[in-house]
Protein backbone atom coordinates (compact mmCIF):
# COMPACT_ATOMS: atom_id res chain seq x y z
CA UNK A 1 0.00 0.00 0.00
CA UNK A 2 1.32 3.33 -0.89
CA UNK A 3 0.43 6.19 1.30
CA UNK A 4 0.38 9.70 0.02
CA UNK A 5 0.25 11.65 3.22
CA UNK A 6 1.10 9.87 6.54
CA UNK A 7 1.26 12.01 9.87
CA UNK A 8 2.71 10.15 13.14
CA UNK A 9 1.43 11.19 16.50
CA UNK A 10 1.57 15.17 15.15
CA UNK A 11 0.45 17.43 18.22
CA UNK A 12 -0.24 21.12 17.86
CA UNK A 13 -0.13 23.37 20.80
CA UNK A 14 -0.91 27.09 21.02
CA UNK A 15 -0.12 28.78 24.36
CA UNK A 16 -2.90 27.40 26.69
CA UNK A 17 -4.29 24.70 23.96
CA UNK A 18 -3.98 21.33 22.17
CA UNK A 19 -5.11 21.87 19.11
CA UNK A 20 -3.56 18.39 17.66
CA UNK A 21 -3.32 15.82 19.95
CA UNK A 22 -0.95 13.18 18.51
CA UNK A 23 -2.90 12.47 15.15
CA UNK A 24 -1.92 9.83 13.40
CA UNK A 25 -3.44 9.71 9.79
CA UNK A 26 -2.80 7.60 6.25
CA UNK A 27 -4.00 8.61 3.05
CA UNK A 28 -3.71 5.96 0.40
CA UNK A 29 -2.49 7.24 -3.08
CA UNK A 30 -5.22 7.81 -5.52
CA UNK A 31 -7.94 7.96 -3.04
CA UNK A 32 -10.10 10.44 -2.38
CA UNK A 33 -10.05 10.57 1.90
CA UNK A 34 -12.93 12.49 3.80
CA UNK A 35 -11.54 14.26 6.23
CA UNK A 36 -14.88 14.88 8.73
CA UNK A 37 -15.25 16.78 12.03
CA UNK A 38 -16.95 19.69 13.71
CA UNK A 39 -15.93 23.53 13.75
CA UNK A 40 -12.89 23.61 15.85
CA UNK A 41 -12.27 19.84 15.57
CA UNK A 42 -8.57 20.73 14.01
CA UNK A 43 -9.17 19.61 10.35
CA UNK A 44 -7.84 22.49 8.85
CA UNK A 45 -5.04 22.96 11.61
CA UNK A 46 -4.22 19.15 10.53
CA UNK A 47 -4.62 20.47 6.43
CA UNK A 48 -2.03 23.67 7.02
CA UNK A 49 0.78 21.26 8.43
CA UNK A 50 0.49 18.67 5.79
CA UNK A 51 0.50 21.63 3.33
CA UNK A 52 3.48 23.04 5.29
CA UNK A 53 1.81 26.58 5.92
CA UNK A 54 2.49 25.94 9.79
CA UNK A 55 5.17 23.53 11.49
CA UNK A 56 3.58 20.96 14.06
CA UNK A 57 4.87 21.26 17.59
CA UNK A 58 5.84 17.96 17.38
CA UNK A 59 5.22 14.57 14.89
CA UNK A 60 6.28 13.41 11.51
CA UNK A 61 4.65 13.97 8.43
CA UNK A 62 5.33 12.54 5.30
CA UNK A 63 4.13 13.32 1.84
CA UNK A 64 5.06 10.50 -0.57
CA UNK A 65 7.89 9.23 1.34
CA UNK A 66 9.59 12.45 1.91
CA UNK A 67 9.86 14.01 5.37
CA UNK A 68 7.74 16.92 4.55
CA UNK A 69 8.89 19.18 7.74
CA UNK A 70 12.67 18.54 6.60
CA UNK A 71 11.96 19.15 2.56
CA UNK A 72 9.89 22.25 2.74
CA UNK A 73 10.77 22.85 -1.13
CA UNK A 74 10.15 19.62 -2.53
CA UNK A 75 6.69 19.36 -0.23
CA UNK A 76 5.72 22.46 -2.66
CA UNK A 77 5.28 20.96 -5.74
CA UNK A 78 3.67 17.66 -4.37
CA UNK A 79 0.95 19.41 -2.65
CA UNK A 80 -1.60 21.85 -3.62
CA UNK A 81 -3.72 23.12 -1.20
CA UNK A 82 -7.26 25.07 -1.92
CA UNK A 83 -7.87 26.81 1.81
CA UNK A 84 -11.24 27.10 3.13
CA UNK A 85 -11.09 30.94 1.62
CA UNK A 86 -9.48 30.69 -1.90
CA UNK A 87 -6.36 32.59 -2.13
CA UNK A 88 -7.72 34.51 -4.94
CA UNK A 89 -6.24 38.36 -6.32
CA UNK A 90 -9.89 39.51 -7.46
CA UNK A 91 -8.19 42.84 -9.74
CA UNK A 92 -6.79 39.84 -12.13
CA UNK A 93 -7.80 38.13 -15.03
CA UNK A 94 -8.54 34.27 -14.17
CA UNK A 95 -5.45 33.05 -16.77
CA UNK A 96 -3.41 35.21 -15.91
CA UNK A 97 -3.68 34.29 -11.94
CA UNK A 98 -3.26 30.82 -12.86
CA UNK A 99 -0.25 31.69 -14.83
CA UNK A 100 1.07 33.86 -11.56
CA UNK A 101 0.80 30.87 -9.56
CA UNK A 102 2.51 28.76 -11.67
CA UNK A 103 5.53 30.49 -12.01
CA UNK A 104 6.34 31.70 -8.09
CA UNK A 105 5.72 27.72 -7.67
CA UNK A 106 7.44 26.10 -10.78
CA UNK A 107 11.25 27.03 -12.27
CA UNK A 108 10.79 28.18 -15.84
CA UNK A 109 12.09 24.47 -17.03
CA UNK A 110 9.64 22.78 -14.63
CA UNK A 111 6.35 24.56 -16.10
CA UNK A 112 5.00 21.48 -17.89
CA UNK A 113 1.47 21.54 -17.23
CA UNK A 114 -0.13 23.22 -19.06
CA UNK A 115 -2.45 26.05 -17.53
CA UNK A 116 -4.91 26.23 -20.51
CA UNK A 117 -5.05 22.58 -20.09
CA UNK A 118 -5.77 22.95 -16.10
CA UNK A 119 -8.71 25.48 -17.21
CA UNK A 120 -10.13 23.61 -19.82
CA UNK A 121 -9.92 20.37 -16.68
CA UNK A 122 -11.86 22.61 -14.13
CA UNK A 123 -14.09 24.07 -16.59
CA UNK A 124 -12.94 27.04 -16.58
CA UNK A 125 -12.40 27.78 -20.32
CA UNK A 126 -15.68 30.53 -21.16
CA UNK A 127 -14.18 32.59 -17.87
CA UNK A 128 -10.80 32.45 -18.57
CA UNK A 129 -10.72 35.88 -19.60
CA UNK A 130 -12.91 37.56 -17.24
CA UNK A 131 -11.87 38.70 -13.64
CA UNK A 132 -11.79 36.75 -10.64
CA UNK A 133 -13.92 39.34 -8.54
CA UNK A 134 -16.42 39.47 -11.29
CA UNK A 135 -16.67 35.32 -10.87
CA UNK A 136 -19.94 33.87 -9.28
CA UNK A 137 -18.91 32.10 -5.85
CA UNK A 138 -18.96 28.30 -8.02
CA UNK A 139 -16.21 29.54 -10.23
CA UNK A 140 -14.38 31.22 -7.57
CA UNK A 141 -13.73 28.04 -6.13
CA UNK A 142 -12.77 25.89 -9.56
CA UNK A 143 -10.16 28.93 -9.49
CA UNK A 144 -8.84 27.90 -6.45
CA UNK A 145 -9.10 24.24 -7.11
CA UNK A 146 -7.35 25.02 -10.75
CA UNK A 147 -4.53 26.95 -8.65
CA UNK A 148 -3.98 24.06 -6.53
CA UNK A 149 -3.66 21.96 -9.65
CA UNK A 150 -1.56 24.52 -11.85
CA UNK A 151 2.09 23.03 -10.84
CA UNK A 152 1.51 19.42 -11.01
CA UNK A 153 1.14 18.60 -7.48
CA UNK A 154 0.12 14.82 -7.23
CA UNK A 155 -1.67 15.32 -3.55
CA UNK A 156 -4.21 18.02 -3.34
CA UNK A 157 -6.24 19.01 0.03
CA UNK A 158 -9.71 20.25 -0.27
CA UNK A 159 -11.00 22.35 2.77
CA UNK A 160 -14.48 23.12 2.29
CA UNK A 161 -14.72 23.12 -1.24
CA UNK A 162 -18.60 22.78 -1.21
CA UNK A 163 -18.97 25.88 1.51
CA UNK A 164 -21.45 28.30 0.27
CA UNK A 165 -22.44 26.81 -3.20
CA UNK A 166 -25.63 26.46 -4.98
CA UNK A 167 -26.90 22.56 -4.88
CA UNK A 168 -26.11 22.96 -8.98
CA UNK A 169 -22.32 23.95 -8.08
CA UNK A 170 -21.88 21.28 -5.76
CA UNK A 171 -23.21 19.40 -8.00
CA UNK A 172 -20.80 20.52 -10.31
CA UNK A 173 -17.56 20.29 -8.13
CA UNK A 174 -18.40 16.54 -6.77
CA UNK A 175 -17.67 15.75 -10.42
CA UNK A 176 -14.86 17.83 -10.28
CA UNK A 177 -13.53 15.56 -7.48
CA UNK A 178 -14.26 12.49 -9.37
CA UNK A 179 -12.59 13.87 -11.95
CA UNK A 180 -9.00 14.97 -10.59
CA UNK A 181 -9.15 11.45 -8.58
CA UNK A 182 -8.08 9.98 -11.93
CA UNK A 183 -4.90 11.53 -11.68
CA UNK A 184 -4.36 12.55 -7.88
CA UNK A 185 -4.98 12.07 -4.08
CA UNK A 186 -7.42 14.22 -2.43
CA UNK A 187 -7.92 14.96 1.38
CA UNK A 188 -11.48 16.23 1.33
CA UNK A 189 -12.60 18.16 4.24
CA UNK A 190 -16.57 18.83 4.29
CA UNK A 191 -19.84 19.29 6.11
CA UNK A 192 -21.92 17.78 3.36
CA UNK A 193 -22.06 14.17 5.05
CA UNK A 194 -23.84 13.00 2.03
CA UNK A 195 -21.62 14.08 -0.34
CA UNK A 196 -18.11 12.08 1.69
CA UNK A 197 -20.27 9.33 1.47
CA UNK A 198 -20.67 9.23 -2.30
CA UNK A 199 -17.32 9.78 -3.51
CA UNK A 200 -14.83 9.27 -0.66
CA UNK A 201 -13.07 6.01 -0.50
CA UNK A 202 -11.98 6.34 3.18
CA UNK A 203 -13.02 9.04 5.84
CA UNK A 204 -11.32 9.95 9.04
CA UNK A 205 -13.62 11.51 11.68
CA UNK A 206 -11.39 14.52 14.08
CA UNK A 207 -12.68 16.12 17.20
CA UNK A 208 -11.25 18.05 19.94
CA UNK A 209 -7.53 17.64 17.85
CA UNK A 210 -7.76 13.63 18.37
CA UNK A 211 -8.47 11.22 15.76
CA UNK A 212 -11.59 8.89 16.55
CA UNK A 213 -12.42 6.98 13.98
CA UNK A 214 -10.76 6.20 10.23
CA UNK A 215 -11.25 3.35 7.52
CA UNK A 216 -13.66 2.84 4.55
CA UNK A 217 -16.94 4.32 4.83
CA UNK A 218 -18.42 0.35 5.09
CA UNK A 219 -15.29 -0.91 8.00
CA UNK A 220 -16.93 2.76 9.93
CA UNK A 221 -20.13 1.58 9.67
CA UNK A 222 -20.17 -1.68 10.61
CA UNK A 223 -17.74 -1.21 13.35
CA UNK A 224 -21.20 0.93 14.76
CA UNK A 225 -23.68 -1.67 13.61
CA UNK A 226 -22.58 -3.77 16.12
CA UNK A 227 -26.02 -3.06 17.55
CA UNK A 228 -28.38 -4.01 14.39
CA UNK A 229 -31.31 -2.40 13.62
CA UNK A 230 -33.81 -3.88 11.30
CA UNK A 231 -37.19 -2.36 9.70
CA UNK A 232 -40.03 -4.02 7.57
CA UNK A 233 -43.33 -2.41 6.43
CA UNK A 234 -46.48 -4.77 8.20
CA UNK A 235 -49.95 -4.10 6.99
CA UNK A 236 -50.89 -6.00 10.32
CA UNK A 237 -49.22 -5.38 12.91
CA UNK A 238 -50.77 -5.58 16.18
CA UNK A 239 -49.77 -5.49 19.82
CA UNK A 240 -49.70 -9.46 19.81
CA UNK A 241 -46.76 -9.45 17.59
CA UNK A 242 -44.98 -6.52 19.11
CA UNK A 243 -45.43 -8.29 22.46
CA UNK A 244 -43.71 -11.34 20.49
CA UNK A 245 -41.01 -9.63 18.91
CA UNK A 246 -40.33 -7.81 22.52
CA UNK A 247 -40.24 -11.39 24.16
CA UNK A 248 -36.92 -12.88 22.35
CA UNK A 249 -33.90 -12.04 24.53
CA UNK A 250 -32.31 -11.01 21.59
CA UNK A 251 -34.64 -7.53 21.27
CA UNK A 252 -34.09 -4.57 22.63
CA UNK A 253 -36.61 -2.96 21.40
CA UNK A 254 -39.63 -2.43 19.09
CA UNK A 255 -40.64 0.84 17.62
CA UNK A 256 -43.64 1.55 15.33
CA UNK A 257 -42.29 4.78 12.77
CA UNK A 258 -44.47 5.39 10.70
CA UNK A 259 -48.37 4.71 9.89
CA UNK A 260 -49.88 5.41 6.40
CA UNK A 261 -53.55 3.83 6.26
CA UNK A 262 -53.27 0.11 7.21
CA UNK A 263 -49.43 -0.05 6.57
CA UNK A 264 -47.20 0.53 9.68
CA UNK A 265 -43.25 1.23 9.26
CA UNK A 266 -41.55 -0.66 12.42
CA UNK A 267 -37.61 -0.58 13.16
CA UNK A 268 -36.60 -3.85 15.80
CA UNK A 269 -33.12 -3.21 17.96
CA UNK A 270 -31.51 -6.51 18.30
CA UNK A 271 -28.69 -6.79 20.90
CA UNK A 272 -27.18 -9.52 19.39
CA UNK A 273 -24.40 -10.80 17.01
CA UNK A 274 -25.70 -13.33 15.89
CA UNK A 275 -28.22 -13.27 12.22
CA UNK A 276 -31.76 -13.63 12.89
CA UNK A 277 -33.05 -12.29 10.07
CA UNK A 278 -34.51 -15.38 8.94
CA UNK A 279 -36.35 -16.33 12.01
CA UNK A 280 -37.95 -12.72 12.50
CA UNK A 281 -38.71 -13.30 8.54
CA UNK A 282 -40.35 -16.65 9.04
CA UNK A 283 -42.41 -15.45 11.80
CA UNK A 284 -43.60 -12.15 10.22
CA UNK A 285 -44.50 -13.65 7.19
CA UNK A 286 -46.44 -16.38 9.37
CA UNK A 287 -48.56 -13.55 10.45
CA UNK A 288 -49.26 -12.24 6.76
CA UNK A 289 -49.36 -8.39 5.89
CA UNK A 290 -45.30 -8.67 5.41
CA UNK A 291 -44.45 -5.87 2.59
CA UNK A 292 -40.79 -5.19 2.88
CA UNK A 293 -38.22 -6.30 5.36
CA UNK A 294 -34.30 -4.54 5.06
CA UNK A 295 -31.49 -4.33 7.55
CA UNK A 296 -30.66 -0.93 8.32
CA UNK A 297 -27.07 0.66 7.84
CA UNK A 298 -26.57 3.65 9.88
CA UNK A 299 -26.31 6.67 7.79
CA UNK A 300 -22.71 8.82 8.09
CA UNK A 301 -24.54 11.70 9.50
CA UNK A 302 -26.01 9.61 12.60
CA UNK A 303 -22.46 7.99 12.85
CA UNK A 304 -20.52 11.52 12.62
CA UNK A 305 -23.25 12.44 15.47
CA UNK A 306 -22.38 9.41 17.85
CA UNK A 307 -18.91 9.81 17.25
CA UNK A 308 -17.98 13.27 18.27
CA UNK A 309 -20.94 13.81 20.65
CA UNK B 1 19.62 34.74 -11.68
CA UNK B 2 16.20 32.48 -11.31
CA UNK B 3 16.83 34.28 -8.13
CA UNK B 4 16.02 37.90 -9.47
CA UNK B 5 13.67 36.28 -11.62
CA UNK B 6 11.41 35.70 -9.10
CA UNK B 7 11.42 38.97 -7.55
CA UNK B 8 10.60 40.42 -10.99
CA UNK B 9 7.65 38.20 -11.21
CA UNK B 10 6.32 39.40 -7.86
CA UNK B 11 7.14 43.20 -8.78
CA UNK B 12 5.87 42.98 -12.22
CA UNK B 13 1.92 41.35 -10.91
CA UNK B 14 2.71 44.47 -7.83
CA UNK B 15 2.73 47.04 -10.41
CA UNK B 16 0.32 45.57 -13.03
CA UNK B 17 -2.34 45.59 -9.36
CA UNK B 18 -0.74 49.34 -8.49
CA UNK B 19 -1.34 50.88 -11.67
CA UNK B 20 -5.14 49.06 -12.56
CA UNK B 21 -5.69 51.36 -9.19
CA UNK B 22 -6.88 54.68 -9.17
CA UNK B 23 -5.01 55.60 -5.62
CA UNK B 24 -2.01 55.45 -7.42
CA UNK B 25 -2.94 58.69 -9.92
CA UNK B 26 -5.17 60.05 -7.70
CA UNK B 27 -1.87 60.58 -4.87
CA UNK B 28 0.12 61.14 -8.07
CA UNK B 29 -1.98 64.21 -9.60
CA UNK B 30 -1.62 65.92 -6.14
CA UNK B 31 1.95 65.19 -5.41
CA UNK B 32 1.95 67.40 -8.86
CA UNK B 33 -0.27 70.00 -8.01
CA UNK B 34 1.71 70.61 -4.42
CA UNK B 35 5.30 70.47 -6.16
CA UNK B 36 4.21 72.60 -8.97
CA UNK B 37 2.77 75.17 -7.11
CA UNK B 38 5.63 75.04 -4.64
CA UNK B 39 8.43 75.33 -7.49
CA UNK B 40 6.27 78.10 -8.74
CA UNK B 41 6.13 79.98 -5.50
CA UNK B 42 9.99 79.29 -5.48
CA UNK B 43 10.72 80.25 -8.78
CA UNK B 44 9.09 83.60 -8.36
CA UNK B 45 10.85 84.36 -5.17
CA UNK B 46 13.85 83.82 -6.22
CA UNK B 47 13.80 86.91 -8.33
CA UNK B 48 14.21 88.45 -5.39
CA UNK B 49 16.65 87.33 -3.28
CA UNK B 50 19.76 88.40 -5.27
CA UNK B 51 22.23 87.33 -2.62
CA UNK B 52 21.69 83.20 -3.54
CA UNK B 53 22.08 80.56 -6.63
CA UNK B 54 19.01 79.17 -8.30
CA UNK B 55 20.16 75.58 -6.31
CA UNK B 56 19.78 77.67 -2.56
CA UNK B 57 16.83 79.26 -3.20
CA UNK B 58 14.53 77.11 -5.83
CA UNK B 59 16.61 73.22 -5.63
CA UNK B 60 17.23 72.31 -2.32
CA UNK B 61 13.97 73.59 -0.84
CA UNK B 62 11.93 72.03 -3.58
CA UNK B 63 13.61 68.87 -2.38
CA UNK B 64 13.50 69.36 1.33
CA UNK B 65 9.42 69.67 0.45
CA UNK B 66 9.30 66.75 -2.04
CA UNK B 67 11.30 64.40 0.81
CA UNK B 68 8.34 65.74 3.70
CA UNK B 69 5.28 65.10 1.27
CA UNK B 70 7.01 61.72 0.54
CA UNK B 71 6.99 61.06 4.50
CA UNK B 72 3.11 60.97 4.05
CA UNK B 73 2.87 59.38 0.58
CA UNK B 74 5.33 56.27 1.27
CA UNK B 75 2.91 54.74 3.95
CA UNK B 76 -0.31 55.32 1.80
CA UNK B 77 1.48 53.59 -1.08
CA UNK B 78 2.54 50.88 0.89
CA UNK B 79 -0.52 50.51 3.36
CA UNK B 80 -1.75 47.60 1.46
CA UNK B 81 0.64 46.03 0.52
CA UNK B 82 0.59 43.47 2.84
CA UNK B 83 -2.53 44.00 4.08
CA UNK B 84 -4.87 43.44 1.54
CA UNK B 85 -2.63 40.00 0.93
CA UNK B 86 -4.28 39.00 4.66
CA UNK B 87 -7.32 40.21 3.55
CA UNK B 88 -7.57 38.06 0.37
CA UNK B 89 -5.91 35.24 1.78
CA UNK B 90 -3.45 35.16 -0.35
CA UNK B 91 -0.56 36.12 2.30
CA UNK B 92 -0.26 32.16 2.29
CA UNK B 93 -0.14 31.27 -1.39
CA UNK B 94 3.05 33.63 -1.49
CA UNK B 95 4.25 32.07 1.82
CA UNK B 96 4.29 28.54 0.29
CA UNK B 97 5.36 29.53 -3.00
CA UNK B 98 9.38 28.75 -4.19
CA UNK B 99 9.60 32.55 -3.16
CA UNK B 100 11.50 33.18 0.31
CA UNK B 101 10.14 36.26 2.45
CA UNK B 102 13.10 38.12 1.23
CA UNK B 103 12.07 37.60 -2.91
CA UNK B 104 8.41 38.49 -1.44
CA UNK B 105 9.56 41.57 0.49
CA UNK B 106 11.58 43.18 -2.35
CA UNK B 107 9.19 42.70 -4.87
CA UNK B 108 6.61 44.24 -2.58
CA UNK B 109 9.32 46.73 -1.86
CA UNK B 110 10.89 47.13 -5.61
CA UNK B 111 7.47 48.22 -7.32
CA UNK B 112 6.43 50.35 -4.39
CA UNK B 113 9.65 52.11 -5.35
CA UNK B 114 8.94 52.10 -9.04
CA UNK B 115 5.37 53.99 -7.75
CA UNK B 116 7.31 56.79 -6.04
CA UNK B 117 9.59 56.87 -8.67
CA UNK B 118 7.03 57.38 -11.66
CA UNK B 119 5.91 59.78 -8.96
CA UNK B 120 8.96 61.28 -8.87
CA UNK B 121 9.73 61.68 -12.36
CA UNK B 122 6.83 64.00 -13.10
CA UNK B 123 8.75 66.62 -11.30
CA UNK B 124 11.67 66.30 -13.96
CA UNK B 125 10.18 69.33 -15.57
CA UNK B 126 11.65 71.69 -12.77
CA UNK B 127 14.98 71.27 -14.06
CA UNK B 128 14.53 71.43 -17.36
CA UNK B 129 12.42 74.95 -16.94
CA UNK B 130 15.63 75.71 -15.16
CA UNK B 131 18.00 75.05 -17.61
CA UNK B 132 15.86 76.83 -19.85
CA UNK B 133 16.96 79.89 -17.63
CA UNK B 134 20.73 78.94 -18.10
CA UNK B 135 20.74 76.98 -14.88
CA UNK B 136 23.43 74.54 -15.17
CA UNK B 137 24.64 72.68 -11.77
CA UNK B 138 23.51 69.38 -13.15
CA UNK B 139 25.37 66.94 -10.85
CA UNK B 140 23.19 68.75 -8.46
CA UNK B 141 20.18 68.01 -9.83
CA UNK B 142 21.39 64.23 -10.20
CA UNK B 143 22.49 63.80 -6.47
CA UNK B 144 19.32 65.29 -5.13
CA UNK B 145 16.91 63.20 -7.48
CA UNK B 146 19.84 60.39 -6.21
CA UNK B 147 19.02 61.56 -2.37
CA UNK B 148 15.04 61.68 -2.96
CA UNK B 149 15.13 58.40 -4.12
CA UNK B 150 16.97 56.76 -1.47
CA UNK B 151 15.36 58.82 1.02
CA UNK B 152 11.84 57.14 -0.31
CA UNK B 153 13.47 53.64 -0.25
CA UNK B 154 13.71 54.08 3.17
CA UNK B 155 10.42 55.58 3.46
CA UNK B 156 8.92 52.59 1.64
CA UNK B 157 10.60 49.67 3.86
CA UNK B 158 9.30 51.35 7.25
CA UNK B 159 5.72 51.56 5.01
CA UNK B 160 5.99 48.15 4.56
CA UNK B 161 6.94 46.97 7.63
CA UNK B 162 3.97 49.15 8.95
CA UNK B 163 1.31 46.70 6.41
CA UNK B 164 2.94 43.82 7.80
CA UNK B 165 2.19 44.71 11.22
CA UNK B 166 -1.66 45.51 10.65
CA UNK B 167 -4.18 43.68 8.79
CA UNK B 168 -6.03 47.00 8.55
CA UNK B 169 -4.38 49.61 5.81
CA UNK B 170 -5.25 52.40 7.68
CA UNK B 171 -3.20 51.25 10.93
CA UNK B 172 -0.74 50.42 7.99
CA UNK B 173 -0.35 53.62 7.18
CA UNK B 174 -1.03 55.75 10.21
CA UNK B 175 1.69 53.44 11.71
CA UNK B 176 4.16 53.71 9.01
CA UNK B 177 3.96 57.21 9.70
CA UNK B 178 4.30 57.60 13.03
CA UNK B 179 7.22 55.47 12.77
CA UNK B 180 8.87 57.85 9.83
CA UNK B 181 7.80 61.43 12.37
CA UNK B 182 9.60 59.64 15.43
CA UNK B 183 12.36 58.88 12.98
CA UNK B 184 12.51 62.69 11.83
CA UNK B 185 12.40 63.92 15.32
CA UNK B 186 15.77 62.68 16.29
CA UNK B 187 16.88 65.71 14.16
CA UNK B 188 15.17 68.14 16.14
CA UNK B 189 16.57 65.69 19.56
CA UNK B 190 20.09 66.29 18.86
CA UNK B 191 19.79 70.42 19.56
CA UNK B 192 18.56 69.47 22.44
CA UNK B 193 21.39 68.66 24.00
CA UNK B 194 24.64 70.98 24.39
CA UNK B 195 26.70 67.53 24.08
CA UNK B 196 28.41 67.52 20.73
CA UNK B 197 29.17 64.30 20.10
CA UNK B 198 25.86 62.57 21.50
CA UNK B 199 23.64 65.93 19.18
CA UNK B 200 25.91 64.00 16.00
CA UNK B 201 24.79 60.58 17.05
CA UNK B 202 21.43 61.23 17.46
CA UNK B 203 20.95 63.65 14.19
CA UNK B 204 22.83 60.66 12.44
CA UNK B 205 19.75 58.36 13.11
CA UNK B 206 17.31 61.34 11.46
CA UNK B 207 16.78 60.97 7.56
CA UNK B 208 17.09 64.19 6.66
CA UNK B 209 20.70 64.37 8.32
CA UNK B 210 21.79 62.33 5.05
CA UNK B 211 19.23 63.62 2.60
CA UNK B 212 20.99 67.24 3.10
CA UNK B 213 23.74 66.05 2.12
CA UNK B 214 22.82 64.95 -1.28
CA UNK B 215 21.09 67.98 -1.57
CA UNK B 216 24.05 69.69 -0.93
CA UNK B 217 26.31 67.95 -3.20
CA UNK B 218 28.34 66.84 -0.38
CA UNK B 219 27.45 63.29 0.02
CA UNK B 220 29.87 60.98 1.89
CA UNK B 221 29.91 57.13 2.29
CA UNK B 222 28.08 57.07 5.40
CA UNK B 223 25.07 58.58 3.66
CA UNK B 224 25.01 55.19 1.84
CA UNK B 225 25.88 52.65 5.00
CA UNK B 226 23.07 54.49 6.39
CA UNK B 227 20.45 54.46 4.26
CA UNK B 228 21.76 50.38 3.62
CA UNK B 229 21.73 49.97 6.94
CA UNK B 230 18.30 51.75 7.44
CA UNK B 231 16.36 49.50 4.37
CA UNK B 232 18.35 46.14 5.30
CA UNK B 233 17.17 46.76 9.05
CA UNK B 234 13.32 47.43 8.69
CA UNK B 235 13.55 44.28 5.77
CA UNK B 236 14.73 42.53 8.54
CA UNK B 237 11.64 43.29 10.92
CA UNK B 238 9.32 43.08 8.05
CA UNK B 239 10.99 39.39 7.64
CA UNK B 240 10.73 38.45 11.17
CA UNK B 241 7.30 39.40 11.18
CA UNK B 242 6.17 37.18 8.07
CA UNK B 243 8.27 34.63 9.77
CA UNK B 244 6.13 34.37 13.02
CA UNK B 245 3.21 33.55 11.12
CA UNK B 246 4.28 30.07 11.40
CA UNK B 247 5.02 30.24 15.08
Redesign the interface.
Known sequence: MTLAIELKNVVKEYPGIVALDGVDLEVKKGSIHGFLGPNGAGKSTTMSII?????PTSGEVRVSGIDALKDQ?AL?SMIG?L?E????????LVRDYLQ??Q??????EDASENVDEIIEKCGLGEVAGRLIGNLSKGYKQRVGVA?ALVYGADTIILDEPTIGLDPNAISEMRSLILELKKEHTILLSTHQLHEVARICDEITIINKGKILKTGTLVEVQSEFSSVKTYEFIHQNFSEDIKKYLISKDYVSGVDTLNIQEDQKTVRIHINSNLDHRAELLSYLSREGGLLEFWERKLELEEIFKQVVK | M?YI??IG??TK?ELK?NF??PVVYILAALFCLSMGWLFFNYLYASKEITDQTLTQSVLMPIFGNMNFIFLFLSPILTMRAFTEEKK????????????DHFQIIMGKLISNFLMAAFMISLTLIFPIILGMSGYDHWNIVFLSYLGILLSVFCYLSVGLFASAMSDNFVVAALLGFSILLGIMLFSLTGNATENILLAQMVKYLAIPYHFENFVRGGMRSYNFVYILSFIGFFIYLTHIKLDS??W
Open positions: AGLIPKRIPTPPLYMNMFCKINLKRQ | DRNILKDFSLHTLELLLTSRLRR
